[in-house]
């Protein structure tokens, strides 16, 4: 159970795109619910930083729960600081999960995450290159109001490879009906985290875990780089995920 928790594997994807881009691949490494507090600390984060890095990968993703509840021990241990050392060629992007709420800290963790040179998106788009849109919602359980899926996307081109960053898979239905979006990341299930709970992810959720393709649009749940209370896992194991997107060449 231990190890499932502390030896993280790599979940590789390759995505073959029929949409066009000067530069053929676009690497994007994707990490959720670290749960970083009192048992997460840094060396979690020294952990995640060396296998992060090694990949050389374009863009970095953090899809909510990085802090379990309460910055102080964050801030305390300098987290932040070892958080900065992820290192991709365009940067690292993050959204906000449910955890990042409950210790009422969460407008000194978005500064902290900020000073550390990270992309916050909070229902804003970004976009690399000539052929990547990120979009980046709020948390599902956000005080404030996050848009509609359908109002997020509606205005990214469909000519562009749109990637949405979503704490919770919750609206997986509508994103993978709408042509504007050809691949949604989330978290937030922990695939259970502990046997037999995954049979409560799997019903709650449209995904709990994996990846799956619908109407062109892939979607990919994953278990979370940490865990949610005591480090234990059974019948899931800690991840990162890392997707290989390949492109048509654009014609000259």
């Known amino acids: 159970m231990y190890r499932n928790a502390w030896s993280p594997i790599i979940q590789h994807h390759t995505i ?11 690497k994007i490494a994707v990490i959720t619910d670290i749960h970083l507090g009192n048992i997460n600390g840094n060396r979690r984060i020294q952990q995640l930083v060396k296998k992060v890095n090694r990949l050389n990968a374009d863009a970095i993703a953090l899809i909510g729960d990085v ?33 990042e709420f409950y210790g009422q800290d969460v407008d000194e963790y978005i500064e902290r995450m900020k000073e550390a040179n990270f992309s916050l998106l909070q229902d804003d788009i970004v976009y690399l290159g000539d052929s990547i849109s990120i979009i980046g919602r709020k948390d599902a359980e956000d005080p404030t109001n996050r848009k509609l899926a359908k109002q997020m996307v509606k205005d990214v081109s469909r000519e562009r490879f749109g ?14 009906t709408n042509d504007h979006i050809d691949l949604v990341f989330s978290g937030h299930t922990h695939r259970g985290q502990v046997s037999p709970l995954h049979f409560v992810t799997n019903k709650k959720f449209p995904l709990d875990y994996g990846i799956k393709t619908h109407n062109g649009t892939s979607m990919i749940v994953s278990s979370g780089f940490g865990t949610w209370g005591p480090p234990i896992r059974l019948g899931s194991r800690s991840e990162i995920r890392f997707v290989d997107v390949r492109f048509q060449r654009a014609s000259s």
């Open 163 to 176: 990637i949405v960053l979503d704490h919770q898979p919750l609206d997986l239905k509508e994103l993978s």
């Open 67 to 99: 802090m379990e509840d309460n910055i102080e021990p964050l801030k305390r241990n300098k987290m932040f600081d070892e958080l900065s050392h992820l290192k991709s060629k365009l940067g690292t992007f993050v959204v906000l999960g449910n955890h």
């Open 16 to 26: 073959t795109s029929t949409k066009t881009s000067k530069e053929l691949s676009f």
